[in-house]
């Protein structure tokens, strides 16, 4: 099982542009979680969906940032226009929820950094 | 403030000696979870222990959960310095909120060798 995938691994970007940010679930999950961690912060949930439904987006800071699961398979997070407080790890994580809470698995993170 | 948090913030013990980490939350739990996560990784669940449990071990590992006193305990035995990392208790919340978890600052853990 190849596990959580993520992409890019690590971003540089200026202030202002556009940052996408990738997620491949483990097959057969069906919860899919953004996180974002910083030192200041912590890790925070972003937004999770269930069956490509958003569910919870209330972590989400602010419009500029929007989240997509087009498929069971592929989820985004996109930045637009990116701040340099928007540099953090960003996580994504996924789960096979049958209506209870189970574990979940996370990819190896997106560094962003933004200047 | 945070719905879980750990304590110490920071520990470092000597390779063979047992790890102890605590962990306060403020509101009823569905469960509770420990993670691991090592520098520059993501993280990695280590156990679940539900509300109506008090106890549960899996290999090195023992975590006690006290619902009365809103707490839990991980406490990892014969330490390895593979066992240094950051640790994380996260909590699942009620009632909808079984699949949001809520994570603490961590603790982080140093084995010397």
Redesign the interface.
């Known amino acids: 099982d190849a596990g ?1 995938i993520q992409s890019p691994r690590h971003e540089v970007t200026e202030m202002g542009q556009e940052v996408t940010l990738r997620c491949k679930p483990i097959s057969g999950h069906n ?1 899919l ?1 953004w ?1 974002r961690q910083t030192m200041m912060r ?2 925070e ?1 972003l937004i ?1 969906f ?1 069956n490509n439904v958003p ?2 987006d209330s972590g989400m800071p602010e419009d500029r940032f929007s989240a997509k699961m087009p498929n069971a398979s592929f989820s985004t997070l996109k930045i637009q226009p990116s701040e340099p407080r928007d540099s953090a790890v960003y ?1 994504c ?1 996924s ?1 096979l ?1 049958r ?11 997106t560094r962003l950094t933004v200047t | 403030s ?1 719905q879980g948090e750990e304590d110490p913030q920071a520990l470092s013990i000597q390779e063979g000696e047992n790890a102890t980490m605590n962990c306060s939350y403020k509101t009823s739990i ?2 509770l ?1 420990w ?1 691991r996560q090592n520098s520059g ?5 280590l156990i ?1 222990i539900r509300s109506n449990e008090r106890e549960k071990h899996s290999g090195r590992l023992r975590v006690t959960l006290d619902t009365s006193k809103k707490s839990s305990s991980l406490l990892i035995t014969a330490s390895r310095a593979a066992d240094t990392a950051s640790y ?1 208790c996260a909590t ?1 919340l009620l009632p909808r ?10 603790t982080r853990l140093t084995i010397n060798p």
């Open positions: 959580v919860s979680f996180y912590g890790l949930l999770y269930n569910i919870d996580f994580a789960s929820d209506g209870r809470s189970y574990e979940q698995y996370f990819g190896p993170g | 945070q569905n469960n979870q993670y990784r993501g993280l990695v669940h679940l994380f699942a909120g079984a699949q949001k978890l809520v994570f603490g600052q961590g």
